[in-house]
């Protein structure tokens, strides 16, 4: 049996198509997975974005809510002297006007200098300090029952926020005489008050 060799003239013209149709589909094999890695990726970022954006719009949304809650409650202790500065002027004040009122046999006090306060329980500042200014008053008093309404008259009147952490009461002479103007008890009262106000030392302005 004769061998014959093969005759490539005419299948070259197959092959070469062949090949390109292999280039062509491999480059568009490429080419799709470029493009869809592309866009997987832009997906991911707009994603990303969309998801920044909605959480900045929830936040802001959030601040307005709590901003329409409290707003009005942080202003009134700020007119009420608890936020801010503190009201020094207006507790001797106060003090001078009840003392009157009640007629207190005798009224001295002192107010040390301001400094931060550490309460002995865990408190979030959120950028805010407290801060305490002691207060030491020294009474006296006809009966025990004009200290409690110092104390009622300097609620009314006094802006800001105390606390009293001790009172002590002595006797003066052996009986009580009820006479205007005559001291029976003499009192030592410490009380604190106590302001809020930015830790930067920024002024608060609203």
Not at 52 to 79: C, G, M, T, W
Not at 125 to 135: C, E, K, P, V
Request: charge should be negative.
């Amino acid at each position: 049996m004769d061998k014959k060799g093969i005759d490539w003239s005419i299948l070259r013209g197959s092959i070469i198509l062949f090949c390109i149709c292999l280039l062509v589909g491999s480059g568009l094999i490429g080419g799709a997975y470029y493009f869809n890695s592309k866009l997987s990726k832009e997906l991911k970022r707009n994603k990303s974005t969309f998801q920044s954006i909605s959480q900045r719009y929830l936040d802001v949304d959030q601040e307005e809510k709590l901003l329409h809650d409290y707003f009005p409650q942080f202003v009134a202790l700020y007119n009420k002297g608890v936020i801010g500065s503190e009201k020094r002027l207006n507790w001797i004040e106060a003090l001078r006007q009840s003392g009157e009122e009640i007629k207190l046999p005798g009224l001295q006090y002192s107010i040390d200098s301001q400094e931060v306060f550490t309460p002995d329980f865990p408190i979030n500042h959120s950028g805010y300090t407290l801060y305490r200014s002691n207060m030491e008053l020294n009474l006296g008093l006809l009966h025990e029952g004009d200290l409690f309404n110092l104390l009622k008259y300097i609620d009314k009147t006094a802006d800001g926020a105390y606390t009293i952490s001790e009172c002590t009461f002595n006797m003066i002479g052996n009986e009580i005489l009820m006479e205007k103007g005559r001291a029976n008890i003499s009192a030592n009262c410490l009380l604190h008050w106590i302001t809020i106000d930015l830790a930067s030392g920024a002024r608060i302005e609203i």
